[in-house]
Every structure is written in C-alpha cells, then in structure tokens.
C-alpha cells in the first residue's frame, strides 16, 4: 500500500503550527519576546530533507523512507549570524503522524 503523504508545504505549516503551540512551554521569555518582535521581518522556516544528526535523538531511520519526513528550521535572520529557536522533524504520512522538536537550548 502507498503511504499518503501530504505536501511539504503543508507540512511545514503544521510544523510551524505546532512551534507556536508548544513554544512557550520550551523557549525563554526573552527568546519568545525576540521572536515575536522580528519575525515579521526577519523570521525565516526553512525545510529540507532530513540530516543524519536525527538519528542520534530519534527512532528516524534516514535510509527507511526520507521522503515521509521533512526537517524545519525555525528562526530569526540577524546580520551577524542567524537563530535557531526550533529543529523539527516532521512525518509527511498522514497515516504515521510523528513531531520531534529539538528546541534552542
């Protein structure tokens, strides 16, 4: 049977849906308070394929089925250097929903 995956767009969203939601309970104040105050301008979600650094925190097989799972960075571009508040890990599989969020430490 062929998984049903849904686009990485969509995955995304949800993937940026759900650092909403749990952000509070994971970031500091003052990184919830510098988000919030740039992301309009300077906030950034970027998917890509999965790194192999998964592995080592989760079940995640990248060999197994890559294409399931889409990895999103979310941040904050400053001029100097860029900040990571959330690492996700998200199933495109709409049958095997998974998340896993390694957050800013």
Not at 14 to 43: C, S, V
Request: glycine letters at 2%; a negative charge.
């Amino acid at each position: 049977m062929t998984a049903r995956l849904c686009s990485i767009e969509e995955a995304t969203h949800q993937a940026y849906d759900i650092f909403l939601e749990l952000a509070p309970d994971n970031l500091e104040e003052h990184d919830i308070n510098m988000f919030n105050e740039h992301r309009e301008d300077r906030g950034f979600i970027e998917e890509s394929e999965p790194d192999e650094s998964w592995s080592s925190v989760t079940a995640y097989e990248q060999e197994a089925e890559p294409e399931h799972f889409v990895q999103v960075l979310v941040g904050i571009e400053f001029d100097d250097s860029d900040q990571v508040y959330a690492k996700i890990l998200i199933s495109r599989d709409l049958d095997a929903p998974f998340c896993h969020i390694i957050w800013k430490q």
